[in-house]
Structures are given as C-alpha cells and as structure tokens.
C-alpha cells in the first residue's frame, strides 16, 4: 500500500480538515490546490462517507 493506505485513509474517504482547517464547504478544487501547494507536512483528518452523510444529511458535499 502507498503512504495514504498507511496512513488509514481508504478509498469513499472524505477529507474534512487540512492543517486544522476544515474543508467540509470547501470546493474540490480549492482542496485541490491547498494540497498541491502545501509546504512540509500535511495533516489530514479523514471520515468514512457514512459517518459523513449520517452527520450531514448529504449524500454529495454542498459547497458554500
């Protein structure tokens, strides 16, 4: 497995904070762009899209 597997993160996962910045509302996107032009380390927090439309009540992220 590569350094996400590793990590725990698994395929249906959604990031929902970079860098102790969440990106619940962020557009894919902009995420997109906060992770390719990140510096250092990155620290993801992740959930299961489960947990994520139980909490939500979304079945797809809305963006603000």
Partial sequence: GGIAERG????GHRIIEINNQSVVAVAHDRIVNMLATAIGEIH??????????????QDTPQYI
């Fill in 44 to 57: 993801m927090k992740t959930m299961p899209t489960s947990m994520f439309r139980l909490l939500t009540g």
């Fill in 8 to 11: 725990g993160i698994r395929v």
